[in-house]
């Protein structure tokens, strides 16, 4: 090889790097969001909302950076094989990172909302529904960072673990606010902020979906092909 080509290779491998690393700061970014979210909430913390919601601005500038380093890699380096679906995945694991920060910024919102009413009796399920979509975030990007299918895959099914919590969530809520209608405006933020985290843990199964394909080739989007590929 040539020390123009190693000069090359080297400088390639290092702008992949560099996308792995834009990638996990964005997502260790969007896990301490939802954590601090979710502590913002527990423990009536305006301030902490306030500057948790800030945060989804460096989301967004990692989202801007990566997807323009990305195109650059595309266009100079026209890599092909599992590079080239690597830098095709880090293009939609960006929107499902911008997004998670998004929804985390709508919990904040929320927040700010309840913290000016009257607390209302806690939610066991509403902080286990955030520790399980948390999990699931931090592991979708562990198995993209070690290329890990099967873990992968094994997360997957933890998706229905956070739609039980929303679902049992939505019933004692409803209850709430069929026993009095003063608990209805506080009920439905606590609605929206489960909401949004059963969003989240659904753009953690995407980043999920998107290392299969990564690492096998195989798009296991849709059920009949998720079952077929496994």
Do not use: W
């Not at 560099?18 to 964005?26: I, K, N, P, Q, S």
């Not at 913002?40 to 500057?51: C, G, K, P, Q, V």
């Not at 094989?81 to 880090?90: K, Q, T």
């Not at 975030?137 to 993209?144: E, P, Q, Y």
Request: proline residues 3%; aromatic residues 6%; negative net charge.
């Amino acid at each position: 090889m040539t020390p123009s080509r190693e000069h090359t290779d080297r400088e390639y491998e290092g702008e992949l790097a560099d996308v792995r690393a834009r990638l996990m700061r964005m997502g260790t970014l969007c896990e301490d969001m939802i954590e601090q979210a979710m502590r913002a909430l527990s423990e009536r913390d305006t301030a902490l909302a306030r500057a948790t919601y800030d945060k989804d601005d460096e989301v967004n500038r990692l989202e801007v950076s990566i997807d323009d380093l990305v195109l650059r890699i595309l266009a100079r380096r026209q890599p092909v094989a599992s590079d080239l679906r690597f830098l095709a995945s880090s293009l939609k694991l960006v929107t499902d990172l911008e997004r998670i920060g998004d929804l985390v910024a709508n919990i904040c919102d929320r927040v700010v909302e309840l913290d000016e009413e009257p607390p209302m009796r806690p939610y066991g399920s509403l902080q286990l529904m955030a520790s399980a979509t948390t999990g699931m975030v931090h592991d979708a990007l562990a198995a993209f960072v070690a290329r890990d299918a099967k873990r992968a895959k094994d997360l997957l099914e933890r998706d229905r673990v956070v739609d039980d919590y929303y679902r049992q969530l939505f019933g004692e809520l409803l209850a709430e606010m069929m026993a009095d209608g003063k608990n209805v405006y506080r009920a439905t933020r606590l609605q929206s902020i489960a909401k949004y985290l059963e969003r989240i843990a659904d753009h953690a199964t995407n980043i999920a979906e998107r290392v299969v394909f990564l690492v096998e080739g195989k798009d296991i989007r849709h059920p009949f092909s998720r079952v077929t590929g496994a």
